[in-house]
RNA sequence: GGAGGGAUGGCAGAGCGGUCGAAUGCGGCGGUCUUGAAAACCGUUGAGGCGAAAGUCUCCGGGGGUUCGAAUCCCUCUCCCUCCGCCA
């Protein structure tokens, strides 16, 4: 959510930038100040009314307290028609404001200016690249050469909850367990801290991280607690601090949380989606930050860098892209994706995407920061994967492919997993 | 799941239905004193909305109600604690 006072003072701005992310009617703009600047008529006609009546209503008290009770009675006719007057009034205003922020929250972030305009993903930048992406010979796409030795079943998954859910078995199985230490423990070297988190959240959790009203159909839900399952350990891991005022000595504050994520993935089917490209259910591991405003795009840098490391250590190649507008998503300010080649597939595989909300969701979680001097104000969040597991898992497989079908464990992994070959 | 108790500012903890946005203590910040620090003393210190400002309004877990007036009374929800039951 914007603030409604930069949407007031930089209403061509946010235009501007919502018809980059590809957003063609922006009218709704219009339509917040049209009913704010309604609002704050009624709110201050709302208030006169009301100082009014609270400053009777103490003579009253005091009238009582020297017994003159006809003259009090009297007050308390005129009050008492006051009452009628504010309660009519204010009706109007909390609906009004209730519009006012309903639209609110339909309006996107804006981008920062370092981010490339475009209108999808053929404009993202190339940022940065790294290792030879490796040439097919004869390696085997992932699912291939998992079924051969028998470390996936979509078959299983698939009778036991449904396509998207598959087994992990064997080597795959602990693989992904070593990754996971791994991917941890370069997060805490590096100053963040670990944290486990409810897989589970309410929906004010869902509201304070954008995905409801933005993106509600990705996530499952389950109606009879009032449940959704998160989509992203960012989800509860941001609402950590929600309605909290956190000291500016206490940040930033790194988090770094493994969960299993659900998504329904809703429309998507085909090749694109064959073996562990694309599961209604994945192990992530998820780089969170609530920074002081002023930091907040260094922190970007080094949450990218942070993962990026991460893949260098597996020796992966791999590329970082610069998102344009048309391709960043709602609630970003600016966002890069970190994509690891797959030889066996001959294509590129997102396995992280790290972004900056700004005060995005802050301001929608009230999670705010107060400096030295006492001022309150709202921080910034980021976050980022490090890393997503599957498509990991699926580059290693191709990757670390030898030509008698046998699977090399890289090496930073061995000590994790316990032997050379998987 | 059953029975009872509770929720007040960063923390602890007061608060007859009327000048309570809230005593007091601790903590924080600023100052005096000191070579420096501690101690002591003085001052200051919740959040948010509207407003250029003066100011004003709202908030004592959430929502609703009674009343001219609610932190204080009533209803309801949530959460926490104690006891019983069940349980990895």
Redesign the pocket.
Known sequence: MLD??FIRNNTDLVKTSMANKGETDTSIVDQVLEIDSHW?QQ??E???L??E??????E???M??QGKKEEAQQI?KE??EM?EKIKDIEESSTDLKNKRDDLLLRIPNVAHESVPVGRNEEDNKVHATWGEPMKKTWHLPHWEIAEEHGWLDFKRGSKVAGAGFPFYLDGVARLQRALISFFIDKAVEKNYKEIQAPFFVNEDSARGTGQIPDKEDMMYVIPRDEFFAIPTAEVPVTNYFRDE?IQDNELPIRLVCHTPCWRREAGSYGKHVRGLNRLHQFDKVELVKFVHPDHSYDELESLKRDAEELLEALKLPYRTLLMCTGDMGFTQTKKYDLEVWSPGQEQWLEVSSCSNFESFQARRMMI?H?D?E?N??ILHTLNGSGLALPRVVAAILETYQHENGEVKVPEVLQSYFGREYL
């Open positions: 409604i006072q704050r709110v201050t709302v208030e006169s009301r100082q009546s609270n400053s009777r209503s103490k009253i008290g005091i009582m307290a308390i009050t008492g009452k005022i705010r107060r030295k006492g309150v104000s």
